[in-house]
């Protein structure tokens, strides 16, 4: 570790980062990036041949996004609490203004106005939304823990009617479903009462009638998924072939075929492409490092004491890995299609930014001097800050 | 102070039940979530262990029960003849293309692909090298040389793509009725043409079962024909030939030849003359063989019996036109030795006896006056006038004034000689050999006809077709080919149609020779039964073992009738 130049001793920012920052977190969001930018490469250059653009144009950008996402993850690890709950709190704010712009000067692409046009990027704000509103959220729920007075999940619940409407609005159904279950899990943890769980949960499902009923889309994309004869399932047909034919051990890097036919081959289906070419043995590897992100960090958060803490990198975690279990799914066919990103792997600029925030809030939340244990500790003291 | 404390601890209790109830539900979330995950793992490897879909290369099982890999399905039908030998099939080779936006020096690439492929002009390579186009083809089905020195080059722009070749192994054999397919692989002649989409992947058409079209031929006659035909062309200097092995029963084309020909393999810069099938596109004027159908019309009809005759000794003038023999007699001639020394005085008053309009219903009852039914396009539609004089009448008993194909002719003898049942002619294997057909003659006819032309073999003009042992049967044709305004003497189309075994026929086999010269193995002669008899006599003779029929001695009391009212005035 001296190798570095972070000595114990050594009170400096970086130092103090260093040796208190959840390090396996953090190096298993390191390997999933470089993994990331690797299956970019084999992925898109078959997409991006197709469009009449550079081989290497997705890849190129998407290695500048992970850069930038890098950047973004350690500049963020590095806050002390107090900021990453101010800047979820401005962020939020932020990122809703930017939706309402978007309903009025987005363009329409594919039918939804999800996106804002910068220059050559395009901006989709409700991905930013999701991290900022879920600290916020996280805040406002545990100020009810010490003061009872607070009217923490009435608020909570406006705020999430408030952001529920926006992405219907747009229409963005998966974000809403997504959003949906994360905030519940976070009202269940806060101590939400069971009949109101239940409640909650027959409201949602209801919720998900009522998309079915009135948006054509979510109409269309659930008849598919219960009955692919009633319409295209051309991607997940193509899925499910690219899958099969990458075998155990897969056809090699560049080598698939299938994916050449499949046009999200290098954003929502590149777990596919990475199981023509790597096989399905790499993906179960994939999915154990998504694991251990996921099931890991919840597991790390069973020992914190605060409830701030706890209830926003629980949200966030969770919201990672809602993300992966429902692009992974539709890859495979077990839920229905669904514009949803592998976090980090899929190509997309947005998505890759939002989830750096949301990776650097979880590694500022969740730093501790790991060699007082809180629970041991009969004073009660907590992790050196 | 005790009060503040327990408060303190009050709270901190609260708090810690609060916290409790998190970390239990908290636990259930990393349940759920390993939950998800196992699922995904467990669907992933379930995927990854599944067999794949549309796999490549699938496994079958041969008859013998061995499983092996299936072999690669080409693109187009193989045709092979009636005993599997192939006559049409496809190699795999490959294309050269270029990615023009990825080449840096044309001109420099340009040369060296020149060397490699000399047949293709340097400018054209550099034109399209440096068109900045993503795909343009260099050169269509390269052999494996050229594409290892190409790939040895090393260059990333260019690229191969697998294409398919029709090759046909045997080459000019057969060439008019397999016809050839374009560079694309379109068939534009031929087999290939009539039946294109048939043999095209993906269609499973009932005429071509297991991917593969089977046709009538057998590829060794057709070689003996073509060899025979040839030799006789070359020996009588003609400038072309057709040749007709037909099976009576059951219609089938069993070799069929049209000279000069053409390899289908390498269509570039062939004649028209080539392409020309005169099998079947070509319609001739074919003289005396036409007297059969004049005899079988007339005897089927009761005009005449064998043992009637006509005055034959001197021409016949009928308005400006004046009927001579071409073998004359000068004397009164019975009906066999008419038939027996083709005799056109006599034919043409046996017509007039018939009528007009019986022997135009008979004509039409053969089909000699529509196009041939025939599985190729190439189809000629016979030439008859459309008003039909008495003159014609006459003319046409011996086959002049009307223009058939061989094919037509050949479908009609055999009709004639099988029993009468007029049985179209297929280039289609059939597999039972007997095809039904409609009656056109009485089965006695038939067996008179049979004794005539055998007749025309042992004592008259087709002699020269005397296969040995065959018992061969036939007639000889020599017309004058016809010119601007009338005929040319000079030129003749000479033929000889045969068939045998006389007392059982299976087989018809035409012979045709367009513009024959006399040579001095034929005394200066040029007629059907100088140089396309022969021919018919040799292809018996090679062909039979081929179709398995027996020389064996003839029963003379079939002919000794007939024979009877022939007067050979040599022996007088």
Known sequence: MTAFGFGRTDNSLLTRWWWTVDRWMLSFVFILIVAGMWLTMTASPAVADRLDLDLMHFAKRQAMFLT?????????????????????????????????????????????????????????????????????????????????????????????????????????????????????????????????????????????????????????????????????????????????????????????????????????????????????????????????????????????????????????IMQFGLQTLINVGVNLALLPSKGMTLPFVSYGGSSMLALAINVGMILALTRRNRFINPGKDPLGWKAAE | MTDITSFQFQSVDKNVSKMDVARLRLIWAIALFSLGFMVLIGRTLELGLADPVGAVRKTVATKSGRTVIAPVQMARADIVDRNGEILATNLETSSLAVDATMIKDPKGLARKLAEIIPDVPLATFEKRLSSGKKFVWLKRKLSPAQKWKVNALGEVGLKFEREEERIYPHGRLAAHVLGYVDVDGNGLAGLEHYFDDEMKAGSSQVDIGDRTLRTSLDIRVQFALADELSAAMRAHSAVGGAGLVMDVKSGEVIAMVSLPDYDPNDIRGISKEALFNRATKGVYELGSTFKTFTFAAALDEGVVTLNDGYDATKPLRISRFLIQDDHPKARYLSVPEIFTYSSNIGTAQMALDLGTERQQEFLNNIGLLQPAPIEITEVGAPMYPTNWRKVSTMTISYGHGIAVSPLQLATGISAMVNGGRLIPATLIHQTDGVREGKQVIKPSTSRQIRQLLRMVVKKGTGSKASAIGYRVGGKTGTAEKAAAGGYNEKLLISSFVGAFPMDDPQYVVFALLDEPKGIKETHGFRGGGWTAAPVVKNVILRASPILGIAPKEEDEGLYRQIAMKIHDDKKR
């Open chain 1, 68 to 316: 930038l996402g890098m950047m973004v993850i350690v500049s963020i690890s590095v806050m002390p609490v107090l900021l990453v709950r101010r800047l979820a709190v401005i962020g939020f704010v932020g990122s809703l203004v930017l939706m309402v712009a978007t309903l009025t000067i987005g363009p329409e692409i594919k039918g939804a106005t999800r996106w804002l046009q910068i220059g050559t990027f395009t901006l989709q704000p409700s991905e930013f939304l999701k991290p900022f509103f879920f600290v916020t959220v996280a805040w406002l729920l545990s100020v009810e823990f010490s003061d009872k007075s607070f009217p923490g999940k009435k608020v909570a619940f406006g705020l999430f009617a408030l952001c529920a409407f926006m992405l219907v609005r747009q229409p963005d159904f998966g974000q809403t479903v997504l959003i949906s279950a994360v905030w519940m899990a976070q009202m269940a943890l806060a101590g939400l009462p069971m009949m109101w769980l239940i409640f909650a949960g027959t409201v949602g499902l209801f919720g998900v009638g009522l998309g079915y009923a009135f948006l054509p889309h979510v109409t269309n994309r659930i008849d598919r998924f219960i009955n692919p004869e009633s319409g295209d399932t051309y991607q997940t047909d193509k899925a499910l072939q690219a899958m099969e034919n990458g075998g155990l051990l897969g056809q090699g890097p560049g080598s698939g075929t299938v994916k050449l036919n499949l046009p999200d081959a290098h954003t929502d289906y590149i777990y596919a492409v990475i199981g023509e070419e790597f096989g399905a043995i790499a993906c179960v590897m994939l999915l154990i490092l998504f694991a251990g992100i996921v099931v890991r960090g919840l597991a790390h958060l069973l020992k914190e004491e605060d409830p701030f803490k706890m209830l926003a990198a629980s949200a966030l």
